[in-house]
Every structure is written in structure tokens, then in C-alpha cells.
């Protein structure tokens, strides 16, 4: 009996459902692999992120795996901005400062370009509140312009997206032979996982072009870090990290607390025009599409060595 | 009330008239100039807070406090929430070299600079052996020419706008000239000293590059508020101020192959303009003899690729030296009637 190169489906079409699909055709091109999804850009959760490179809110996963992850990412991601296209894909390099209210070691910092602390001088000229403070070089994703770049991959490979929903993953493999679950929040329902849990983000997007760098800080009370991120034709402003919350309302309270954290940074802030949207993270995507690939790598050759 | 007439509204006459409103508010103050905002050459400078001691022309010991001056009122101003209208911002980035160099003389005085491991040069672009990160700001004068204005008009500045052939036209007006017509002092002073650098440089629209950088010191990418500015050429001697498709095509291949993604960053506009070198920068008082009398002029001018760095500096030391002179004459006037 002739093998059969598996089919595969691949559910989600955010930035880990995008980047899986594309790993898995560049992997395996004798291979079918259809996008089903019922939302795509502009209107996944990636879309609302703010589309800065940093671990972050990884809940107990294993250093390990995010600094291989992360570390795979973010050096593809400086490869695309070395690109002619890196302004159609949507990538750019950034620097900026991560201030804190106590010093910092994080796992991070072997990973982005030129990490250093702040000098005395710095932190009293920038940001006298905090304690310590960090710069770096980073990479930012314009994530509205990624993921059709994404999609526009997948398709010239010949990869096809059907628009639709799914409440049983079960009913899917009865046409799949491998399906790929990368539904976020949603598999709360459809895996029945109430491990996974929505951290509520809320951000606003300001015309501001005359801020080149990221500002972030930490401080001691127990809300969310507020940041300052400089995007392709915004800058976004966050942010919030809202256990357990479900609301995808934009928040006037927390509007107004990200707006004040954030004036604290760079007081000419104010003079800006305004309009908002809600979020979460991009920084493991392509490394963790590298474990998709190794997994299904090993789930074919289980099914091989069954037939 | 003492009168005084400062020469040219680039950069350096509206640094050196706010600062003399701010030290003499009562003085009379008149700005003469042909040449305002777009149509002076400090509006193509891309505004860059960096200087490099090899290529400057000032005496060391002045140029310090003038770069400490000048950085600590950008650094207020970049703080506040003028920054944008007042059109300075931070910047950040990198200075590329094929040979090892000796440190920017300008990170003593900004944010700071950091030599670049081996590493991190294989990691950008190009094959650069040498290397610093720079932590500066840019200066725009398209929005902080503006900016000083207003507030020079708002505490009574006046401002005519006429081309001076000769000082005799102005002479019996004042009490104190203040010279800041950059190359123009070479008919109006008959300074021979004098010699153009002319440059050339590219405003693309790329929002997406955050990140300075210069290579070789002569091509420069710099991420403005509203553009890019790419560049540049240092031709000295050069004036003719037409504009050479070669000079524009050899920059922007310069600047992509750093950043390549510029190659599809729309052109908005292409620039060519002198820069006023001098041997040494000229800031200093001279007496000349008009209608059997004796005039102080204050001289601010010929700071070639500084101009816009070291302004403010240059502006607070010829208040100063107006000042001392408008006192020095006051006193005179004293002694004389005794």
C-alpha cells in the first residue's frame, strides 16, 4: 500500500495559527495543509497586540523552552528588518528603556541586541521615580501588515484558508489526519482546557511620530506595567493584565490609568489625538511554530510506522 | 534702551535674539533677514546632536560649554510638552566605522555612547569592524525655527525682512550688531576665511525606521518626525545649488545598502545647500568704524556641519558678549563726561 503524505489542518489564524501553517508547508511541501479559522486580520487577538518582542505573562511554561522559542523568533525577526520588504512584512528594529521599581536579571537579556543598565545619570534624567532600568534593542511587528504577509505565504505555496467555525475539534479529524489547534483563548471551550485563561488587555494608539523608542515600567503596586511602543504608523500605549476578565470592552478607568502611567514617561504625550483597541502577545510565535513542526515531524512518523 | 540688531533668522540669529530678550528684556530687539524658516540653510540640516572633534572647527574649551549648553536646553525642551511642536525628540542608533576611531567628542554631553562588541557589529548591517551605539536627539528646524520665533515676536521681538548689501544701511539704527548671516558675512564682513561645503540630502517617507545610523561618517540615515533624512555630501568649495540626480542616486544606494527596506520609502523631497565653514567658528566682538563712530559687532557665525548642534550655546555666549558690551559702553559714556 502506497503512503499517503498526511493532511493537515491547521485551526487559527492568528500569529501562532499563521506562522505554524507557514513552518509546516516550508517542512513538509508534499503535504496538504488548510487554514480554517473563523476570524482573520484585522480582527484576530494578534491584531489588538502591541507587536513588541519580550517574554512576557508566560505563566509557568519552562525558561527552557521560552528562551529557545524566543531566541528563534526574535532572530528571524532581525533578519526581516535587514529585508528590502521589511516594511510590507512588518518589522522593525527598536530601542528603548524597561525601567523597574528593583533591580532586574532577566533571561531575556543574553537574547536582545546591546542589553545594558541605565547609568545613574540616565535614570535621573528619564524616569527619577523608578529604581533601575535597562536599554535594549528589540524588534517590533506590525502585526495588521504581518499576517496577511503571512497568509499571502501560505497561499502561494498553495495552502488553502477556509473561513469557518468549528465547535468540535473531533469533527475535524474526521477529514484531517493532523490537526493543529492554535485557537488561543478559544481552546478554553473547543479543548475543554480550563487551564487556559483570558489576561485581559486593554491599549490605545496614538499618532505621536516624534517617539522613537519603547518605555516601559514596572512599578510596585500591583497593576500592569505601563509602555510607550513606537509602531510603523502608531504608538501604542498600554497596558493591562487582567487575570480572569473577560471583557472586550474598552475600559475608561483603565484608559485613564495606562494614559496617566504613561504621560509620566514623556509628558509631551499630551498634546495627542486618540483611539483604542485591546490586546495581547507576539513574541514566541515563530519559535513555537518550530516546536509545532518537531511535533508533527514525530506524529507523522508514528502514523507512518502504523500503516 | 539699548538698541540691537541681530543678522540673519537661521539658527543661529533666533538662538542668539531669544537669549538676548532673556538676559536684556529691556533692550529693543530687531531681527534683520532676506532668508526665513524653509528658505534658510538651517532648514536642510537634519538636526543631529553629534560632533566629531575631527571635523570641527572650533576651539575645544569654547566648543564644550557650548555643547553643554546647547544639550541641556534641548534635553529641557525634549522632556517637556513642547517637544513635538518645538520639534526635538530622541534618537537612537548607531555610528558605523571600518577602522577603530577615537570616541565621539558629543557623548560626554548627550545620553551616552557605548563602544559596539564584535557580536553585535556581525549582528547589524554591513561589515563594520568599529563601532558605537549613539543615545542623542535631533533638532528640526523646519518646526523649531518656527517655534523660536514665536517666542521672540511674543516678548516684542520685531523682525524686518530685507537684504542688507552693505552695514552702513543699518549702522546709525543700533547700538549693537549681532552677526549671524553665515556665509553672507563673506560680502557683508569681507570674510575670506569663509568656504561653502555643500550638501545634499533626501527626506523619504519611511515611519518604520526608529533607528539612526551612520556609516563612514558621510551617509546618514536619520529618523525624523515627519521623514527620514538620508545623506549626505561634503563637498568643499562647491556652490552651485542645482540639483544633480547623481549626488541624490548615490546617497540613497549608499543608505539601502544599510537599510535596504528604504528602497521603497517614498521620496518627499530632495535638498542642496552650504554649509558655512570657517577655519574657526567666529564668535566674537569686533568695533568697526561707521559715521566717525565705533560699533560693536558681535560676530556668530561659521559654524559648518555645527550650526544647529551647538546653537544654543553660540546663542547664550553672544548675549553674554552683547551684554558686557552694552555695559562697557554705558560705563564709557560715564567716564567720558567727567
Request: aromatic share 8%; charged share 25%.
Amino acid at each position: 500500500m502506497a503512503a499517503r503524505e498526511p493532511s493537515i489542518c491547521v485551526l487559527g489564524a492568528g500569529v501562532i495559527g499563521l506562522s505554524s501553517a507557514v513552518r509546516i508547508q516550508d517542512e513538509f511541501p508534499r503535504c496538504d495543509v488548510t487554514l480554517l479559522a473563523d476570524r482573520f486580520s484585522p480582527d484576530t487577538t494578534s491584531d489588538g497586540s502591541g507587536g513588541f518582542w519580550l517574554p512576557h505573562l508566560v505563566g509557568g511554561t519552562n525558561q527552557d523552552s521560552i528562551s529557545k522559542w524566543s531566541a528563534s523568533t526574535l532572530d528571524y525577526m532581525i533578519s526581516l528588518t535587514k529585508s528590502p520588504l521589511a516594511n510590507q512584512i512588518g518589522v522593525h528594529l527598536v530601542s528603548g528603556y524597561s525601567f523597574f521599581s528593583e533591580p532586574q536579571c532577566p533571561e531575556w537579556r543574553k537574547l536582545v541586541l546591546g542589553y545594558r543598565e541605565v547609568t545613574d545619570k540616565e535614570l535621573k534624567l528619564l524616569l527619577p521615580n523608578a529604581k533601575f532600568g535597562v536599554f535594549y534593542t528589540t524588534v517590533m511587528i506590525n502585526v495588521k501588515a504581518y499576517l496577511p504577509w503571512l497568509i499571502s505565504r501560505f497561499k502561494q505555496k498553495n495552502g488553502k484558508v477556509i473561513q469557518s467555525r468549528v465547535d468540535k475539534i473531533e469533527d475535524l479529524l474526521q477529514k484531517y489526519d493532523i490537526v493543529v489547534n492554535c485557537t488561543g483563548i478559544g481552546a478554553n471551550k473547543l479543548a475543554n482546557d480550563s487551564d487556559v485563561i483570558p489576561i485581559r488587555g486593554q491599549v490605545t494608539r496614538v499618532k505621536a511620530p516624534w517617539i522613537k523608542h519603547f518605555m516601559t515600567y514596572e512599578g510596585s503596586d500591583e497593576h500592569c506595567e505601563k509602555y510607550i511602543l513606537p509602531g510603523t504608523d502608531t504608538v501604542v500605549l498600554g497596558g493591562t493584565g487582567q487575570r480572569g476578565d473577560w471583557n472586550t470592552q474598552i475600559d475608561d478607568r483603565d484608559q485613564l490609568m495606562i494614559w496617566d502611567g504613561c504621560l509620566e514617561m514623556i509628558p509631551s504625550l499630551k498634546v495627542v489625538h486618540n483611539y483604542g483597541h485591546g490586546g495581547a502577545g507576539v513574541t514566541l510565535h515563530w519559535g513555537c511554530a518550530g516546536q509545532v513542526v518537531e511535533e508533527i515531524r514525530a506524529a507523522i512518523k508514528s502514523t507512518v510506522s502504523r500503516l | 534702551m539699548a538698541r540691537i540688531c541681530v543678522l540673519g533668522a537661521g539658527v543661529a540669529g533666533l538662538s542668539s535674539a531669544v537669549n538676548i530678550q532673556s538676559i536684556l528684556p529691556e533692550a529693543d530687539i530687531t531681527i534683520i533677514a532676506d532668508q526665513f524658516n524653509t528658505e534658510s540653510t538651517s532648514d536642510g540640516a537634519a538636526g543631529n546632536f553629534g560632533i566629531l572633534l575631527g571635523r570641527t572647527n572650533a576651539d575645544i574649551c569654547r566648543l564644550r560649554c557650548w555643547t553643554r549648553d546647547s544639550f541641556e536646553w534641548y534635553h529641557k525642551i525634549c522632556t517637556s510638552e513642547d517637544a513635538n511642536i518645538a520639534g526635538i525628540h530622541r534618537t537612537h542608533g548607531y555610528q558605523l566605522w571600518r577602522t577603530e576611531q577615537p570616541p565621539p567628542f558629543h557623548g560626554s554631553f548627550d545620553y551616552g555612547y557605548r563602544i559596539l562588541s564584535k557580536s553585535e557589529l556581525l549582528k547589524l548591517p554591513g561589515n563594520y569592524k568599529y563601532g558605537w551605539e549613539l543615545n542623542t536627539l535631533m533638532v528640526e528646524c523646519r518646526r523649531y525655527l518656527p517655534w523660536l520665533m514665536k517666542r521672540f515676536k511674543e516678548k516684542g521681538g520685531k523682525v524686518i525682512r530685507k537684504q542688507l548689501k552693505n552695514i552702513v544701511e543699518i549702522s546709525g539704527s543700533y547700538d549693537v550688531l549681532v552677526n549671524c548671516t553665515g556665509l553672507g558675512s563673506r560680502k557683508l564682513f569681507d570674510d575670506k576665511e569663509l568656504v561653502p561645503i555643500r550638501g545634499h540630502t533626501i527626506r523619504v517617507k519611511a515611519p518604520w525606521i526608529k533607528t539612526l545610523f551612520i556609516a563612514d561618517s558621510d551617509t546618514y540615515i536619520y529618523p525624523g518626525q515627519d521623514n527620514v533624512v538620508l545623506g549626505g555630501t561634503r563637498q568643499r568649495g562647491e556652490e552651485k545649488l542645482d540639483k544633480d540626480q547623481r549626488y541624490y542616486d548615490d546617497i540613497m544606494a549608499r543608505c539601502c545598502s544599510l537599510v535596504p527596506s528604504l528602497k521603497n520609502a517614498e521620496v518627499e523631497k530632495t535638498w542642496v545647500g552650504l554649509r558655512p565653514w570657517r577655519p574657526c567658528v567666529r564668535l566674537e566682538v569686533e568695533m568697526i568704524s561707521v559715521d566717525g563712530g565705533r560699533l560693536p559687532v558681535v560676530h556668530n557665525y561659521g559654524h559648518g556641519s555645527d550650526g544647529v548642534c551647538i546653537s544654543w550655546g553660540c546663542g547664550v555666549d553672544a548675549a553674554n558678549l552683547v551684554k558686557q558690551q552694552l555695559t562697557e559702553t554705558g560705563s564709557q559714556r560715564l567716564v567720558s563726561k567727567l
